[in-house]
């Protein structure tokens, strides 16, 4: 970690949402958009273990600070949607979905499919990562429990097309 500024993380929400609320300890949590809740794992189909990819260092190049993969940018892990067994059975998780880097979210969201992006904003935040692991970890998505607003701006969709022109969508 550098000293100065504390590291901020980037959330993407709904426009016409409070992000105030996001600092709520009691609603600080992250569930699946329309994932199967249990049963066998597809995304490391039943093996435990994932290629990760970071997606923050893959647009902003390697980090040695990302909190996400210490600059590994690919390598191999835990699934963390399974948590190795294989098996889903836990989706819901503590804390609020988040990227290190602006980049991230905005590779994060062109990869995508089913994201929403008209009418949401960046927010960006502050505060301790959770104990828990995002669904998502394997794309760099960390969880974070907030604890400061830093500024929140309208995310721009044509961003999200042109990266998703240049790498396409996720398959299926
Ligand atoms: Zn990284
Ligand atoms: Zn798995």
Redesign the pocket.
Known sequence: MSAGRPRTFFHCHPAGEDPGALLDPAQQVTEPWGEPDHGPCDKCEGQGSAAYE?????EAG??PD????????RFEQTCPTCQGSGEIHRTRRHGIAVF??RE?LYRYLAWKSDAEVESQVVVELAGELSEDRDLDADH?ALLILPEELVSVEPLDAAVVSSIRDRTGEEEG
């Open positions: 970071c997606f923050s260092c893959l390697s980090d990302c909190p996400a993969c210490q600059g590994r940018v290190p880097s991230g760099g």
